[in-house]
Nanobody
Framework: QVQLVESGGGSVQSGGSLRLSCAVS????????LAWFRQAPGKEREGVAA?????????ADSVKGRLSISLDNADNPNALYHQMNSLKQEETAMYYC???????????????????WGQGTQETVSS
């Protein structure tokens, strides 16, 4: 049973930084794509960053240069991290960790019935 548990959310002022973590357990596949998504109030969920087992990464244009996605261990990840700087008020959202067995980068971000999800952690950016 794959389990993803996010932590590290909270409140921060605009321009500040926040680091999120996602504990990964029960993932036994040799290949993976681990990602961060977010959903702001009244908006659709969007992918913000992803990393695969080759070490390739992708970032949404809106966060490039401000967000870094990383793993504790590329061979057998137990934790996924999200370090975001220069936060904006409009980035207030619920942030979710997601896992898939593979990714087609030309189609990312994508979601399907085989995507595993965490419960989310709230990040609030105030002015």
């Amino acid at each position: 049973q794959v389990q993803l548990v996010e932590s590290g959310g909270g409140s921060v002022q605009s321009g500040g930084s926040l680091r999120l973590s996602c504990a990964v357990s029960g993932y036994t596949y040799s290949s993976y794509c681990l990602a961060w998504f977010r959903q702001a109030p009244g908006k659709e969920r969007e992918g913000v960053a992803a990393i695969d087992d080759y070490g390739s990464t992708r970032y949404a244009d809106s966060v490039k240069g401000r967000l870094s996605i990383s793993l504790d261990n590329a061979d057998n990840p137990n934790a996924l991290y999200h370090q975001m700087n220069s936060l904006k008020q409009e980035e207030t959202a619920m942030y979710y960790c997601a896992a898939e067995r593979s990714v087609v980068w030309s189609k990312w971000p994508d979601e399907d019935e085989e995507t595993y999800w965490g419960q989310g952690t709230q990040e609030t950016v105030s002015s």
